[in-house]
C-alpha cells in the first residue's frame, strides 16, 4: 500500500493561513480540519496534500469559517497569486 503524499500540521497550517494549534483543536474536537481527515503516523498527523489542494481550490470546505474561506480565497486568486494582508 502507498501512502498519498502528505503534509505535517505546520505545514498544513500556514497553507489555510491558521496555526499549528487551531488545527490541533479542530482535529481533536470534530477528528479533521476544515473537512480534511488526518493520517496518524508514529504519533504524528499528518495531512494528505492533494486534500490541502482542494481546500485552497475551494473545493473541500468543512463546517468551520467557509465564507472566511472563501473570502480569503478569492482575495488571493484576486491578488495574482502575491502576499494576502489579513489588516
Same mark, same amino acid.
Given at each position: 500500500?502507498?501512502?498519498?503524499?502528505?503534509?505535517?500540521?505546520? &505545514?498544513?497550517?500556514?497553507?489555510? #493561513? /491558521? +496555526?499549528? #494549534?487551531? &488545527?490541533?483543536?479542530?482535529? /481533536?474536537?470534530?477528528?479533521? /480540519?476544515?473537512? *480534511?481527515?488526518? &493520517?496518524? *503516523? !508514529? !504519533?504524528?498527523?499528518?495531512?494528505? *496534500?492533494?486534500?490541502?489542494?482542494?481546500?485552497?481550490?475551494?473545493?473541500?470546505?468543512? &463546517?468551520?469559517?467557509?465564507?472566511?474561506?472563501?473570502?480569503? *480565497?478569492?482575495?488571493?486568486?484576486?491578488?495574482?497569486?502575491?502576499?494576502? +494582508?489579513?489588516?
Amino acid at each position: 500500500m502507498q501512502l498519498p503524499d502528505l503534509a505535517t500540521t505546520e &505545514v498544513f497550517a500556514k497553507s489555510a #493561513k /491558521c +496555526s499549528p #494549534k487551531t &488545527v490541533r483543536k479542530n482535529y /481533536c474536537l470534530t477528528g479533521h /480540519c476544515y473537512g *480534511i481527515k488526518p &493520517v496518524k *503516523i !508514529g !504519533g504524528r498527523l499528518l495531512w494528505p *496534500i492533494s486534500e490541502i489542494a482542494r481546500l485552497l481550490n475551494g473545493e473541500l470546505l468543512g &463546517v468551520e469559517s467557509r465564507s472566511h474561506i472563501r473570502k480569503e *480565497i478569492a482575495e488571493y486568486q484576486a491578488s495574482g497569486y502575491a502576499e494576502v +494582508s489579513h489588516g
